[in-house]
């Protein structure tokens, strides 16, 4: 059975659904995302184009190419808040505190893996999870 979890944005005014298993899941510790997020990390899930669909009217979503990274973020016109991020793959990166907030809780089977670019961290996570440079 596929596993299907809607997203949607402070004003409701966007709603994203996603569909089956992310590419991957976890704490993202890279320059990029701390710069364009301004995040000490970013806890993610990233799927394909395919598995992500807007459902709301395409209208409200807007997109800003960064202009130093490989990063797009896609936000609500209405209130700002970003539904994704792209990445240099165009994988759509969905933060778990997103999914958490939209669907209540952060389901188990999103939960992050692993810590990744671990090497590029700004703060150290003492967790049991798996530590990827
Ligand atoms: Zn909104
Ligand atoms: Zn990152």
Redesign the pocket.
């Known amino acids: 059975m596929a596993e299907s979890y809607e997203i949607t944005c402070s004003c409701g005014d966007v709603r994203v659904r996603l569909s089956g298993v992310p590419r991957v899941r976890g704490h993202?510790?890279?320059?990029?995302?701390?710069t364009v997020l301004n995040v000490p990390?970013?806890s993610?899930t990233a799927w394909n184009p395919d598995q992500v669909e807007v459902t709301s009217e395409p209208d409200r979503l807007v997109t800003f190419q960064h202009p130093d990274f490989a990063i797009k973020k896609v936000f609500c016109a209405g209130c700002g808040e970003v539904l994704y991020n792209t990445?240099k793959m165009d994988w759509r990166?969905v933060s778990q505190l997103l999914l958490s907030k939209s669907i209540g809780h952060l389901p188990p089977e999103l939960s992050s893996l692993s810590h990744?670019?671990y090497a590029a961290r700004i703060v150290d996570v003492n967790d049991d999870l798996p530590k990827k440079d």
Request: aromatic content about 14%.
């Open positions: 993202c510790h890279c320059n990029a995302c701390r990390y970013h993610v990445n990166v990744f670019h």
